[in-house]
């Protein structure tokens, strides 16, 4: 039937029936950015959300369900953010050369940002930002004795994020679509993306890797380290998890490295990351870095379970 002949009460109950499958879009110009801004869902009809604050450049700082906390936001590291290493063509000293999504080292728990806020759009349950970085040393400090190697306090280097709350039917899935863009005139050979980050509570304090294969937990010692398996950081308890999976893990390469897991008790901090690494003698091209990953909450049983369905989901579309 052509849609204009149909009755209009009858357009009024599809409407209601099929309701639109896009949502409102607000964009926000980065110069009136003043407010934090959430975007929220349901997961097991409990109210999930996620905001995003100028004081970081748009950058994740909470995450909470069910009156949990899952992220420590404290300086502008600590957070649910992604940064990136390089080693600008010299031996490779971590954060010496450190684009990092929410700010600098500098920056500490203040309320402003060396990072730029460049774009950000959101929806009930969705959002977008991209940033212009800033590096995490400044060019007169050093971190473990080795001086930092970038001119400038802000980088080049481009982040394009992209959440969305909810995955297929997996409403405890929290999707984290990330590009790198970095810039040209720059030389390195070995670039490592920290595609995504979560600095954790100190009451998740046991570790765990889902070794999906096996369809098992395995526990983790406190490291630091990287291994294989899918990372999960949960309470004593188990009654409230936060682990992370990506279909494109592990790095070529990396195949026994990928997801790390931390524990700093001086700090009162936990963390989790799911890392990709790039290697190239003759020199690694300004390009486009795009990076998934899944982030899930829940329990740890239903963590376990998400992770691994995921896992089966992406090996069945793979093939």
Same mark, same amino acid.
């Given at each position: 039937m052509d849609p204009r002949r149909m009755p209009k %009460? &009858?357009?009024a109950l599809l409407a209601v029936l099929? =309701?639109?499958?896009?949502? /409102?879009?607000?964009?926000?110009? =980065? $110069?009136e950015f003043n407010t934090p801004v959430t975007i929220r869902s349901l997961v097991k009809g409990e109210p999930l959300t996620l905001t995003v604050t100028p004081r970081l450049a748009g950058a994740i700082h909470s995450v909470r369900w069910k009156n949990q906390e899952f992220i420590n936001s404290f300086d502008h590291g600590r957070q649910l953010q992604s940064a990136s290493n390089f080693d600008f063509g010299t031996v490779f000293h971590g954060e010496t050369f450190n684009p990092t999504e929410a700010g600098s080292r500098s *920056?500490?728990?203040g309320s402003t940002s060396t990072s730029r806020l460049l774009h950000l759009t959101y929806s009930d349950s969705q959002l977008q930002t991209t940033n212009q970085m800033a590096f995490w040393l400044t060019p007169k400090q050093s971190s473990s004795g080795h001086p930092a190697k970038n001119k400038t306090n802000l980088s080049n280097h481009l982040l394009t994020k992209r959440v969305t709350l909810g995955f297929q039917h997996w409403e405890n899935v929290i999707r984290h679509q990330v590009t790198f863009s970095t810039p040209i005139g720059e030389f390195h050979r070995y670039a490592q993306f920290e595609a995504l980050t979560g600095y954790m509570p100190a009451e998740f304090n046991t570790f765990w890797?889902? *070794?999906v294969s @096996?369809? @098992?937990?395995?526990?983790?010692? *406190?490291? =630091?380290?990287?291994? #294989?398996?899918?990372?999960? &950081? #949960?309470?004593? *308890?188990? %009654?409230? /998890?936060?682990?992370?999976? %990506? =279909? $494109?893990?592990?790095s070529k390469g990396y195949e026994n490295a990928g997801y790390g897991r931390f524990r700093f008790p001086a700090a009162k901090v936990t963390k989790w990351n799911s890392v990709f690494r790039i290697r190239n003698a003759a020199g690694i091209p300004a390009a486009d870095f795009s990076f998934d990953n899944y982030v899930v909450i829940g329990n740890l049983k239903n963590v376990q379970e998400t992770i691994q369905e995921l896992a089966d989901y992406f090996t069945t579309q793979k093939r």
């Open positions: %009460s &009858l357009l099929f =309701p639109p499958v896009l949502q /409102a879009q607000t964009t926000i110009l =980065p $110069q *920056d500490g728990a890797g889902l *070794d @096996r369809k @098992r937990l395995v526990p983790l010692t *406190d490291g =630091p380290g990287e291994q #294989a398996f899918p990372v999960i &950081l #949960a309470k004593n *308890d188990r %009654s409230m /998890a936060m682990g992370v999976y %990506s =279909p $494109q893990q592990p």
